[in-house]
């Protein structure tokens, strides 16, 4: 059985919603402090499964689920995830991020857990320093986190390795996420009508936000900076689909039953400036809205783009929704069913 941790969130729904499909035996945990208990009923709809309204910092509570149920996989999606919030409250994200993931794997490997699929992120990797021969980060380049969001992930990160040396049957992926965007593809009869979706308060990522704005939730949408050295003096990203990422986790399942443990980043390889972005929504959604020109954000690297060479060669990933109008569009009708 597979135990998903923070599964009323963005992520965690898209891989719970992908394994239901498939008929998987799931179990979840959430403390609904930034998902939402109408994601765990929209599962519902899919398949059955256990819900347990359960914060990680309840160690016992842990521990009971390991004496409950009979746990393989961990799916660990529950952590905080606001780079901003991060500078301002660090202990926050070091006592949720960390020390509650580093309980759970000393119950994992305690309860004879053998695989550990841990979302991480690109923010591990800080301000990478990319060269006209080098434009996209590989796995290789050095972790240094500018923020402590992205330190506590690399520190989780470093805990789930070192567990594993010592544990030769305790296994692990962990992956690297760049800028996760879109919703649930899913079509009631030829219309796309998303089941789960992003919702943040407060919503920090672009597409949304743009998305909002088109929607006239927002008066206007800004841009940050407009003299980076890129093409149109804007910040690239790497915008991956939800769906594509939950993929990604579920392939991980299999993959370590034959390889292993490794650490994997996910994204398309290519990046969109916030500009092209803006633009593709307007085209996408057909709405005109202000945009407002603001100074550049203090640590806002000018390309963050991702080589997934490693996870396609490796563990045969293949996108397959690899394409901008369709990240907004799914993204644009989550937003106007909420």
């Known amino acids: 059985m597979t135990l998903i941790t923070g599964a009323a969130g963005y992520i965690g729904s898209h891989v719970a919603k ?16 930034t998902g939402f208990q109408s994601t765990i009923d929209t599962l519902q709809k899919i398949k059955k499964f256990d819900f ?31 780079v901003g919030e991060s500078m301002q409250n660090p202990m926050k994200y070091y006592m949720n991020n960390t020390v509650n993931t580093t309980n759970l794997v000393k119950c994992a ?23 006209d021969a080098q434009q996209t980060i590989t796995e290789e380049f050095d972790t240094k986190p500018i923020n402590p969001y992205g330190q506590s992930k690399l520190m989780s990160e470093q ?8 544990k030769k049957d ?17 079509y009631e009869g030829e219309k796309l009508a998303p089941r789960v979706g992003e919702s943040h308060d407060p919503e920090t990522h672009l597409i949304p936000l743009v998305v909002k704005t088109a929607l006239q939730k927002r008066e206007a949408i800004t841009i940050f900076g407009e003299d980076y050295n890129t093409h149109d003096g804007t910040c690239i990203r790497d915008y ?33 400036s916030v500009k092209e972005i803006i633009k593709s929504v307007k085209e996408t959604t057909k709405h005109e809205f202000k945009v407002i020109k603001g100074d550049r954000r203090e640590g806002d690297p000018s390309i963050l783009v991702s080589d997934n060479g490693k996870i396609i060669q490796k563990m045969k990933w293949k996108p397959k929704y690899n394409n901008l109008e369709l990240i907004v569009k799914s993204a644009y009708e989550w937003e106007k069913k909420l």
């Open 159 to 166: 805990v789930i390795k070192d567990e594993a040396k010592v």
């Open 52 to 82: 347990v309204k359960l914060d990680l910092k309840e160690f016992d509570k842990v521990a009971e689920l390991f004496e409950t149920y009979e746990i393989d996989t961990i799916m660990h999606f529950a952590a905080f995830s606001q």
């Open 240 to 272: 991956i689909h939800v769906d594509d990422l939950a993929d990604a986790h579920i392939k991980a399942i299999e993959y370590l039953d034959k390889n292993q443990s490794d650490t994997f980043n996910c994204g398309y390889g290519h990046g969109y």
């Open 18 to 33: 992908q394994l239901l499909e498939q008929d998987k035996d799931i179990v979840v945990v959430d403390n609904l402090s």
């Open 109 to 131: 490997s305690s309860y004879g857990v053998k695989k550990f699929i841990f979302s991480s992120t690109a923010a591990t990797y800080g301000e990478p320093t990319l060269n």
């Open 170 to 186: 305790f296994k692990y992926c962990i992956f690297r996420y760049f800028n996760v965007a879109g919703a649930d593809i899913h």
